[in-house]
Structure formats: structure tokens, C-alpha cells
């Protein structure tokens, strides 16, 4: 008989069949497999610890608009170690199965907001499941590092307006993270989005040394018609925006493709193609961290959450090699034989 973890293989090897990255596929196999292996002692109830700077109700709370009931007693020695207080609640699942599951979690956010709602933010709390955390994982480093010398002394030698640009995005990358001992909190949304802040200001600092060529209006011109003929004259509203944004008038994009060209001549146009053009479109890099901004994310889906971090492994990439290109450091290499799933 199969044990649980060849039943999560396939089930994985199944789902990136259907088209998810192998960091989603695996993910969401591990997902479910949790959800298989249901606690006994938790009944037909989702149980969660809830934590926060407040203090504990004097008795038990039970709110029926949500199906969440919430314990008085101040639990100690809990997988949250800096937390005023800890609480248990359960949650009133319909089954054991993942559409319940999230609709679980719906409910749980629903709760915390309102409560975050009526203290006016002033409190901070949150939550926590081993069905839908999963286990923590994360690894201490030293800090006596034998290349730090060298990394120190290649920003020490960067003109000052590279090296404005490069202390913004070693600030994005050091800042969101949590630290080993609040692996419990989510931070994914927050690395993400300050991942892609990193990724504008090293853009911002390769064109420092490297600048965009600025056209004249009859090449300019020329590149109009080039991208008109390579289309038969036949433009739709997306083609539009990038005609105009590539070379009309380019902003951020073209920019950042220019950069990417410097630092990857090999594989800039598919760097550019993750970040920008990718025809799943949600799974674009900069259209990722337009969602997350804009609200178009839930911050805390399962599901959602194992698709920006499968994205995020790229984005992690790209600006790690950035840096390597700037700073003297072993940075990552691309595996020539990872598994791709770009479209």
C-alpha cells in the first residue's frame, strides 16, 4: 500500500499536469493530505489558536453569525512565543474537505476584522492552524560570514546614487521577513511586495551606470512600424499599451527591460516574460504585486498563498542575481533542468 507521502507525489505530479508551478502542486498535495490526516481529538471542528496583544475574555465566547467559539483560558507554551495572550477556538466545518476548510477560513478573517475593526486597529492579532499553517520550518545563519568583507568593501566602491538605489533594495529584502522565532506569522505577502520594490530600485540602479538610449523621432518612428508589421497592421488594446509604453513613451517596463538586458543578455527575455507578458496573466510577476496592493489577493487562502509563493521563487532569483551583478557575492545560479511551467 501506498504510504501518505507517495499518495501527496502523485497527487502533486497530478496537479502540475493540469498546469500548476511544481511549488503550487506540491503545496496544495500537502495541503489536502492535512486535511486527509484530521486530528482525532479535534472532532468535526477546525481548531485554531487565536493570539494577540489583548487580554482574555472572563468566559467562554461563542459567535453563531461565524460558527466560531473561542476559549477563556490563557494558553502557555504554544507554538506562539511572542504574543500577549493565546487562546483555542473552534470553528464549525460542514466536512472535513478543502472547499469547507476555506470557507473556515472566510469566517476566521471575518472575525479578526471586525474585532481589528472596533479597536480601531490599536490591537494587533491573529491566527493559527496546523491544518492550513502546516509545520513551521526556517534555519538559523551565522553572521560571521567569510564573504561579508568582500560584499561590504563592492558596496563601499558603488558611485553614491548606485548605491542609494542598492541600500533601498538590501533594506526591501532584510526588513519584511519575520524572524525564526514568529515563523507562526504569515509573511508571505509582505516579502512578495517588498521583493518587487527591491526588483524597481536595482532596475533604478543598473540604469544609473547603464542608461536607457534615448531615440530620436525617426528611430522611434521606425520601431512603430516595425512593431505595426510584425502585427499586419493589426493592433489590439493590449498590443496599444505596449507600443506605447515600449516606445512611445517607456516607463517602468521598458526600463525594466532594458536592465534586464544589461545583467541577462541570455535570459532577459525571459525574465521580461515572467514579470510582464506571461499569458496567464495572474501569474505575471508585476501583475502579482498589483493584486496585492490592490486588494485582489486574499492574504490568507491556502490556495492562493502556495500560488504567490511558487511565483515568488522566481522573483526571489531575478533579484538575487541582480545584486550579483552589482555587488561582488556568490549569488544563485539558475538550474538549467528546473522545472518550468512558463506560458
Given at each position: 500500500m501506498a504510504d501518505a507521502h507517495d499518495l501527496m507525489l502523485?497527487?502533486?505530479r497530478e496537479l502540475n499536469r493540469d498546469g500548476f508551478d511544481w511549488g503550487q502542486a506540491?503545496?496544495?498535495a500537502w495541503l489536502e493530505q492535512r486535511i486527509n490526516d484530521w486530528p482525532s481529538a479535534w472532532g468535526d471542528d477546525l481548531q485554531i489558536l487565536i493570539y494577540g496583544d489583548f487580554d482574555p475574555p472572563e468566559q467562554k465566547l461563542h459567535f453563531p453569525e461565524v460558527g466560531i467559539t473561542i476559549f477563556p483560558e490563557k494558553l502557555e507554551n504554544t507554538v506562539i512565543r511572542s504574543a500577549m495572550c493565546v487562546l483555542k477556538a473552534h470553528v464549525e466545518i460542514t466536512e472535513k474537505s478543502l472547499p469547507a476548510v476555506l470557507d473556515a477560513v472566510r469566517r476566521i478573517n471575518i472575525l479578526l476584522g471586525a474585532w481589528t475593526l472596533v479597536e480601531w486597529g490599536n490591537g494587533a492579532?491573529?491566527?493559527?492552524?496546523?491544518?492550513t499553517s502546516g509545520?513551521?520550518?526556517?534555519?538559523?545563519?551565522?553572521?560571521?560570514h567569510e564573504d561579508l568583507p568582500a560584499a561590504l568593501a563592492g558596496i563601499g566602491k558603488l558611485p553614491a546614487p548606485v548605491r542609494q538605489k542598492v541600500d533601498?533594495?538590501?533594506?526591501?529584502?532584510r526588513e519584511p521577513r519575520n524572524l525564526l522565532m514568529e515563523q507562526y506569522r504569515c509573511d508571505l505577502l509582505r516579502i512578495y511586495a517588498a521583493y518587487w520594490n527591491a526588483f524597481e530600485c536595482l532596475v533604478e540602479a543598473v540604469?544609473?551606470?547603464r542608461p536607457m538610449p534615448k531615440l530620436s523621432r525617426t528611430e522611434k518612428q521606425a520601431r512603430i512600424d516595425q512593431f505595426l508589421s510584425d502585427r499586419d497592421g493589426k493592433l489590439k488594446p493590449a498590443d496599444v499599451t505596449e507600443c506605447y509604453q515600449e516606445i512611445v513613451n517607456p516607463g517602468f517596463v521598458?526600463?525594466?527591460?532594458h536592465a534586464l538586458q544589461q545583467c541577462f543578455p541570455e535570459e532577459a527575455e525571459e525574465y521580461a516574460?515572467?514579470?510582464?507578458?506571461?499569458?496567464?496573466r495572474e501569474n505575471r510577476l508585476y501583475d502579482i504585486r498589483n493584486a496585492i496592493n490592490h486588494g485582489d489577493i486574499d492574504a490568507e487562502h491556502p490556495e492562493e498563498l502556495l500560488r504567490v509563493d511558487s511565483r515568488l521563487h522566481k522573483l526571489w532569483m531575478i533579484v538575487w542575481r541582480m545584486f550579483g551583478r552589482l555587488v561582488p557575492f556568490k549569488s544563485p545560479i539558475e538550474n538549467p533542468n528546473r522545472n518550468q511551467n512558463s506560458k
Open positions: 502523485e497527487r502533486a506540491w503545496g496544495k492579532c491573529g491566527w493559527w492552524s496546523h491544518i509545520n513551521m520550518g526556517g534555519a538559523g545563519t551565522k553572521f560571521a533601498a533594495a538590501l533594506y526591501w529584502v540604469l544609473e551606470i521598458g526600463k525594466a527591460k516574460n515572467e514579470c510582464f507578458h506571461r499569458s496567464d
